[in-house]
């Protein structure tokens, strides 16, 4: 019995000495998905728009940005971008990017495809007569969108949009192998120096903590949007 | 002077030929009911007054303004979208399925379009919704949300947006199609009042008693063809034509077999 507790104080302890390492990394990646969702929510709408417009080179261009940054692998677009793109743009042009600006434009572009593609089918879910109750009414084409039929699509888009949110917060720890310092880095940091695996075990803990408000919250947004929305009407 | 022409319409669709050389025009004040089997066309003729769809050839006036006119080629053209939207300003639409805005109170959506299109400030527009609600009878229903609402009551609240923007003509798809039969009493009375203040009115319906009883005219479509044109005594009443007596033996069948 005391030596179970006195390992259990000495476990404590050193995840005590742990905390601030994992702690920073964390704080990291939490602004990584914050900064990402801030630019990528927005993002996904022209995009949205885009690839229901009636002008051809719109749809093809947004088309095609969807297919390319859905296409391939999150992964192959840091080292893109980490390894040409923003070097050639460092190079070539006063702006200085860092690591963790190469990460939020890349996760900002990689993640506005996706919520594209949500977006547009929620656009696409209303029904048919709600175009021509606005139309008859006289409402231009821009004030049905943006008056009537975006509105209605925010509910319906919140549960798959919550869902890429939690997507996300698991996506960050890819920015590690750009040498960003994030919740995973740090993390491997600390048990490759102490050759000890209980960082994994606390790292896994704060990211289903994120997860876990991420819930929370959506919960709470999509109760606060149904209001005029009952189930199986 | 004719409010509404409507001048050999055709309208085709991939496969069919939903209206084929139509000739209709209504008074102002008149009230007017179209009948005729499902897939007659009805409904396409109904759309095409308000450009909900866009006719193959033909001509229609709207109030004095060419709304569509057929080129020397045999097609249709419309002017821009602008001028297609101020023209078809003058009608109104109250749907089968009343496509109310779900995320806006019954009030905001008799609201929302005055505001925006016709550029009324808020409380004229809030002073003249309330009016209409209570026309309506829904003067208590201001805030609810449409799903708080029966599908009756979802109608007429439909009516007063559609009145809401002070439309010459009043377009209704089958207002009470999908309904329950104990609720379309109310709208028929509405619709009643409305033909009462001499209201311009074009009103697809099944409803023949209705039809008889508040119209002014009976129009008869079958096969994208205007078949008879009359008063309801005429057409309900008195024609003789084969396609007529036999889509209403349907009705007189179902009434037949309450009674017995």
């Known amino acids: ?233 | 002077m004719a409010i509404l022409e409507m001048t050999g319409i055709v309208k085709q669709f991939k496969t069919c030929r939903a209206l084929d050389g139509v000739d209709f025009a209504v008074e102002a004040g008149e009230t007017v009911a179209i009948i005729g089997p499902s897939g007659s066309g009805k409904s396409t003729l109904l759309r095409c007054v308000n450009c909900l769809e866009k006719i193959t050839s033909g001509k229609i006036i709207i109030d004095g303004d060419t709304l569509v006119d057929t080129n020397n080629e045999g097609k249709a053209v419309y002017p821009s979208e602008k001028e297609i939207r101020r023209i078809c300003l003058e009608t109104g639409m109250i749907f089968q399925h009343f496509n109310l805005f779900p995320h806006m109170s019954c009030i905001e959506n008799i609201c929302y379009a005055p505001i925006k299109v016709r550029g009324k400030t808020k409380e004229e527009a809030m002073a003249t919704a309330k009016d209409l609600l209570e026309m309506v009878g829904l003067a208590d229903k201001a805030e609810a949300y449409p799903v708080q609402l029966s599908g009756g009551q979802k109608q007429r609240v439909a009516i007063a947006r559609g009145l809401a923007m002070e439309p010459s003509i009043l377009l209704f798809d089958e207002p009470t199609s999908a309904l329950d039969p104990e609720l379309t009493g109310e709208i028929l009375k509405v619709i009643r009042d409305l033909a009462n203040l001499k209201r311009t009115m074009i009103i697809v319906t099944h409803e023949m008693a209705f039809a008889r009883d508040v119209a002014d005219r009976i129009v008869f479509m079958d096969e994208g063809k205007i078949v008879e044109n009359g008063t309801p005594q005429a057409v309900l009443s008195e024609s003789q034509n084969p396609r007529i007596r036999q889509f209403l033996q349907r009705f007189h069948d179902v009434g037949q077999g309450l009674q017995n």
Do not use: C, H
């Open chain 1, 1 to 233: 019995m005391g030596t179970f507790f006195a390992e259990l104080s000495e476990t404590l302890a050193y995840v005590g000495e742990l905390m601030p390492a994992l702690l920073s990394g964390a704080l990291v990646t939490v602004e990584l998905f914050i900064l990402t969702l801030l630019f990528a929510l927005p993002l996904g709408l022209p995009f949205a728009l885009g690839s229901n417009s009636r002008i051809a080179p719109l749809r093809w261009l947004s088309k095609t940005y969807i297919w390319l940054f859905r296409g391939t692998p999150l992964m192959l677009q840091l080292f893109f971008f980490y390894f040409f793109l923003i070097p050639l743009i460092n190079r070539t042009t006063s702006l200085q990017i860092d690591e963790f600006a190469t990460a939020l434009i890349t996760f900002s572009l990689n993640y506005a495809a996706y919520f594209a593609e949500i977006y547009r089918g929620g656009i696409e879910s209303i029904d048919r007569g709600q175009y021509e109750a606005a139309k008859s009414l006289g409402l231009t084409k821009r004030q049905t969108m943006f008056g009537i039929i975006l509105p209605q699509t925010v509910k319906r888009v919140l549960p798959p949009i919550s869902n890429e949110a939690i997507t996300l917060i698991k996506d960050t720890a890819l920015v590690s192998v750009i040498s960003v310092g994030e919740l995973l880095k740090a993390t491997r940091g600390a048990v490759n120096r102490d050759v000890n695996p209980t960082a994994y075990l606390i790292a896994a803990l704060i990211y289903l903590f994120f997860t876990f408000l991420l819930t929370m919250l959506s919960r709470y947004l999509e109760k606060r949007y149904s209001k005029y929305d009952v189930k199986g009407d």
